[in-house]
Nanobody, 124 residues
Framework: QVQLVESGGGLVQAGGSLRLSCAASGRTFTDYAMGWFRQGPGKEREIVACISWTGGKQYYTDSVKGRFTISRVNAKNTVYLQMNSLKPEDTAAYYC?????????????????WGQGTQVTVSS
């Protein structure tokens, strides 16, 4: 089972960019689909982006399409979320997540391994 640690959050002005990283440890990293989720103040947790174990398939929630990019480098045991054109409504705690796979899909459900979260705050 993998363990996940996020980094790269911080305070940024609207229109700016941040790159989140998720470092994974474990012997079977390539057997996992990966996702990024977020939870803003007073809001429910929501999906942001997911990626298949090969990186060839990706999913994005509508609010971030065209602005965010999820990627993974399995040889480095790392998943990234590049966030451009940030808006105040992107302010949230961002969590990296993983799940075991039965196929090379960008799974949107079934994530049960979670990192500790990294805070992203976008000022107007």
């Amino acid at each position: 089972q993998v363990q996940l640690v996020e980094s790269g959050g911080g305070l940024v002005q609207a229109g700016g960019s941040l790159r989140l990283s998720c470092a994974a440890s474990g012997r079977t990293f390539t057997d996992y689909a990966m996702g990024w989720f977020r939870q803003g103040p007073g809001k429910e947790r929501e999906i942001v982006a997911c990626i298949s174990w090969t990186g060839g398939k990706q999913y994005y929630t509508d609010s971030v399409k065209g602005r965010f990019t999820i990627s993974r480098v399995n040889a480095k045991n790392t998943v990234y979320l590049q966030m451009n054109s940030l808006k105040p409504e992107d302010t949230a705690a961002y969590y990296c997540a993983a799940r075991r796979i039965i196929g090379d899909y960008a799974y949107t459900e079934g994530y049960d391994i979670w990192g500790q979260g990294t805070q992203v705050t976008v000022s107007s």
